[in-house]
């Protein structure tokens, strides 16, 4: 099977909803990505033969996402570009259809990656309404929290498995904790400079590429401050004497991730370093009540297509959608926590829904560089039960 590499992978600091990128659109956020990974790799805009950007709100000019960043970006406009949307597994999704495009010969160079800029995402007006009745919004985030299968919000399924797996509400602050203090440390020692790129503060093509003044420089959402006692004080937000509360859940966030995808011979052919390659990827999809599982079951799958077991993967970036999610993750798989998430993960960071996937891939990149690990694997779980993996190893 053909050899597909990866060049380059940078991201944007992810901050908070209503935070420093409130004033961009989605669009803007994702040419900065895609434009570095051009940039770090040495490849022209016109050699790209397809870019894929998965994004989850698409309403208004979003519909076009993809083309429209790539444009914003400097890519030619002969380039052509689609935005796929699975939810929380966009941003992977994006990497796994570059993967098969390459793979297949339809191109040699993909630019995938996701963002997603909630602070910027629209209400919707509610015009079924009865005579005399004034339009009501509905808020779009909250519409796509909510599950319309299971007619509840997602987090529901969090209680399901906390009470499945038995998870405490303590062990599942004790996780947050966890996830913020390595966030924090990281941030601390440095570790993510090779993979965050600052964000320009105009949200037009100007700006971009003249380099304005950066918005953007660090991740936002880990907390320095918390503590047990704090997260204690929160109140369950899904079920009545539930466990499951703000400060052991992932927040909506924003941000962006960029990853170069080429053809491993083209690669070594143009003299370009492949920071790892592609072994193999797997999407899979469990009933909707259970969706936190779909990582682990992703992660299953493409271990035994590659005939890899557990104990050879050297680390795991797993989304932590809530800590009971990935806690029942763990229990199934019988994961060794220090190689999971190992500079915090998005109940610290914060979760950028459609870019949340590609970050983890980013951040796990750098992490094999960083500890000299060959084999990783980052892993999402999405709303309505899927689930998506893929396994890469260093070159």
Known sequence: MKEISIVSAVRTPICRKGGEYKDMTAADLAAVPMRESLSRSGIAGDEVDQVIF??????????????????????????????????????????????????????????????????????????????????????????????????????????????????????????????????????????????????????????????????????????????????ARFKPMFQEGGSVTVGNSSLPADGAAGLLLMDGVLAAKKGIRSLVKIRDYATVALEPAKMGLASGKAISEVLATSQLKIQDIDLFEITESFAAQILAVGLELNLDWRKVNVHGGTLAYGHPLGASGAIQLVRLIHALHRYGGRYGIASCCAGGGGGIAILVEVC
């Not at 966030?183 to 380099?211: C, D, F, M, Q």
């Open 54 to 231: 998965g994004c989850v709100f698409q309403q208004g000019e979003n519909a076009y996402l993809a083309r429209l960043a790539a444009l914003r970006a400097g890519l030619s406009a002969t380039v052509p570009a689609f935005t796929p949307n699975s939810l929380c597994s966009s941003g992977l999704l994006a990497v796994s259809l570059a993967t098969q495009a390459i793979q297949v010969e339809k191109a040699e160079v993909v630019v995938a990656g996701g963002v997603e800029l909630v602070s910027q995402v629209p209400f919707l007006v509610n015009r079924n309404k009865g005579e005399g009745e004034e339009p009501t919004l509905i808020d779009t985030v909250d519409v796509v929290l909510t599950d319309p299968m299971l007619k509840q919000r997602v987090g529901c399924t969090a209680e399901y498995l906390a009470e499945t797996y038995q998870i405490s509400r303590t062990e599942q602050d004790a996780y947050a904790l966890t996830s913020h203090r390595r966030a924090v440390e990281a941030t601390k020692e440095g570790y993510s400079r090779l993979e965050i790129i600052p964000v320009p503060s105009l949200h037009s093509l100007k700006g971009i590429l003249e380099n304005e003044i950066p918005v953007g420089r660090h991740d936002t959402g880990p907390r320095s401050d918390l503590t047990l006692v704090r997260l």
